[in-house]
């Protein structure tokens, strides 16, 4: 299929940074009266609804297909963060439950092999909204974002970590929901349904108890998407544009690029991963806010609590971002889509 015009990407630059005006056909080249329905729909503007649509659904698929992969180390990364809760509030000073492996090895022994796959749908209903808004939305964000200031360089750092924040933060604000339900059922006295638990939420709590959490869910998310996908994009410039005869759009460069994200998201977004968490399975109302929830941690475990699981939050999300994006910027392909 071939590519077609993307009304929702920023417009091209030359080597020089200047943008170019895409061509339009020339009214001269047929008369009114000669016009036929080709020429009709040829200067037609695409539907930017339809384009953002598709956009969407193709960012949900791809981090679905990476979600089948990272759900394991997704599941271990919470638990070490729950673990270390449950060992402060019991007294104890030592951290040796908190290793990944021993924390796997624990819950293959207590709760069978398909424990690694614990969550999975609701991790599934997650990626499909949440992911499917932050990054399908990342174009018409970065696009608008260039629009509304017209000093914002288009291939500069800033405006594409402003368009994560933005995408991403949105997205979250969205699937709060289903990342509550995500959570609530990774935990290790979770048992039920997906419809199960969001019954037993809805029947507490209401509305707004499917909001719980949403402060520090839609912070990590913009500082997670303003990292992965504003990295993604600058590294990809950067490799394209220094090293033009070793990078240009392709897998390889994809791979490297996506590589960067990923550490880079893992990092930046740890922190706030370890409250979002800490809030979202906490049913005492121990927390009265994110900052709350801060505060204690701080004080009761110190600071490198909130690096608690980094090292499979990193394994999580460096194979996540790979994944997902290298199938994303290939979906985008197939369909005629410029890449990211």
Known sequence: MAPHFDALAPAPLDPGGHELHRRQPSSSASSPSTSSPAATTTNARPNEGGLLGRKIVLAGLSNQTAALFTNPADLIKVRQQLELKSLSQSGSSTTRSTNALRTLVKMVRAEGIMSIYKGLSGSLLREAFYSGIRMGGYDLVKASIIKTFPLADPNGFGTKLAAGMASGIVGAAVANPADLLKVRMQ???????????????????????????????????????????????????????????????????????????????????????????RMMTDKTGEYRNSFHCAALLLRNEGPLALYKGFAMSFWRLWPHSIVSLIVFEQARKLFGLPPV
């Open 187 to 277: 935990a290790p006295s979770a048992h039920g349904t997906l419809r199960q638990h969001a019954y037993q939420i809805y029947s507490a709590n209401g509305l707004k108890g499917m909001y719980k959490a949403v402060g520090p869910t839609t912070f990590r998310a913009g500082i997670l998407t303003s990292c992965q996908l504003g990295c993604y994009d600058h590294a990809k410039h950067v490799l394209k544009t220094d090293f033009p005869n070793t990078f240009e759009e392709g897998l390889t460069t994809h791979l490297i690029a996506s590589g960067i994200a990923g550490f880079c998201c893992s990092a930046a977004s740890n922190p706030v991963d370890v409250l979002k968490v």
